[in-house]
């Protein structure tokens, strides 16, 4: 029994040193992304999947199922766009269309549909049970509306909205989901003559009635902003804002 004992130790042992990697894994060619299932930072590559150990900070390489589904694309944070939502990771192609899940170690396509190829550098973001894609850059002209995904179809639809007055498609915007809205500070606006605006709009889009709604304009400290760069999420909108006085 104690040698029994002792040859178990040993097997888990090596196998845990078998799944730990060092934390100077190339990230050149590799799609990082958080997630919220896991509670932990993780990554693809053309070598596996990965999930970063605070603890000893490297990575311990995790089993996967259908990694190659995903890998269709090269892997990087400029081909996909994810978020998570109800204890999945969802990765899209950048540019719409294409539509991955990842739920515990199974890797998926979702949607039966395309590369749209038509809203590079749009906004990927969930609603409770939907993910929306908004704006982006396609056929010479920046978009200027929202898509959803229709789970019963596995495709990506249009949304309807009761505004007269749309702002302004773009790209590389700030934005943020929360409380059934959607908000949108600056961004590029470029259009098939070459031209292109770093747009200084601050807007709200609500999902549930379907309108935008007019907040003012960046705050003057950030309207010098590289958008083709700086995209963060969780956005302190009182910082952003220049508030409208009516």
Not at 23 to 40: I, R, T, V
Not at 154 to 173: F, H, T, Y
Not at 202 to 216: H, I, Q, S, T
Request: with cysteine; hydrophobic share 40%; glycine share 8%.
């Amino acid at each position: 029994m104690k040698l029994l004992k002792i040859l178990f130790f040993i097997g888990l042992t090596t196998a845990l040193k078998a799944q730990v990697v060092s934390s100077e894994l190339p990230f050149g060619a590799s799609l990082l992304f958080k997630n919220s299932a896991n509670q932990s930072l993780e990554f693809l590559s053309d070598q596996g999947h990965f999930q970063f150990v605070y603890k000893t900070g490297l990575f311990r390489k995790l089993p996967s199922k259908g990694l190659e589904t995903i890998c269709s694309n090269p892997l990087s944070n400029t081909t996909y766009f994810y978020v998570n939502t109800f204890n999945k990771t969802y990765f899209l192609l950048n540019g719409g269309g294409e539509l991955y899940s990842l739920s515990k170690d199974q890797f998926l396509r979702e949607d039966q549909s395309f590369a749209h190829k038509n809203q590079f550098g749009g906004h990927f973001f969930s609603d409770f049970d939907k993910l929306y894609y908004y704006g982006g850059y396609g056929l010479f002209r920046s978009k200027d509306f929202f898509i959803y995904y229709n789970w019963p179809t596995s495709d990506w639809q249009i949304v309807l909205n009761d505004s007269k007055e749309i702002p302004k498609g773009r790209m590389n915007a700030l934005y943020e989901a929360r409380d059934s809205k959607i908000y949108i500070a600056g961004g590029i606006h470029a259009s098939g003559t070459d031209q292109v605006t770093y747009l200084k709009d601050v807007f709200a889009f609500d999902l549930k009635e379907k309108r935008y709604l007019n907040m003012g304009v960046l705050n003057s400290a950030l309207q010098s902003v590289d958008f083709n760069w700086f995209t963060p999420s969780l956005l302190d909108f009182g910082f952003l804002l220049i508030k409208i006085v009516s």
